[in-house]
């Protein structure tokens, strides 16, 4: 029963959840302030071959050939977006954050798979604690 649960919650419109992570992004030194830890899921492509990458909490995507260059092109997407909202918009970058961070219909899918992986996981032992990349802010 657990394992149908988790298979169906697996399944996304965009296509089926191959992976997860969290991912930090290191200052160094840059005007982006620290931003909380940012979770994502890697699905396969259900329209090619290739992997999309989507930064649930901030609705960002990446997409590859593989689950590393979808990965690589969603942190660089989001890198992208922030450098530019904390530039550009002042104090209301934040509200920008705020209203990418709320959740949606659509996130709402991307949340259960994510929690699904988690338990999946945990039922099986083993802990996603390891799972948080850290990425230098450039």
Not at 80 to 97: D, I, P, Q
Not at 124 to 130: K, R
């Amino acid at each position: 029963m657990f394992d149908d649960i988790i298979a169906k919650r697996l399944e996304t419109p965009r296509g089926a959840i191959i992976g997860f992570g969290r991912f930090i992004i290191v200052r160094n030194g840059s005007i982006v302030p620290e931003i909380p830890i940012l979770p994502f899921v890697v699905a396969k492509n259900n329209n090619d071959d290739g992997c999309i990458c989507s930064c649930i909490s901030m609705q960002i995507d990446g997409y590859g050939k593989n689950y590393d260059e979808a990965k690589q092109d969603m942190f660089d997407n989001v890198l992208y977006y922030l450098k530019v909202n904390f530039e550009e918009y002042g104090r209301s970058c934040w509200e920008n954050l705020l209203s990418l961070f709320e959740v949606t219909e659509d996130t709402a899918v991307y949340w259960n798979a994510y929690f699904a992986m988690q338990l999946k996981m945990a039922a099986n032992g083993l802990s996603s604690d390891p799972f948080i990349e850290y990425v230098n802010w450039r």
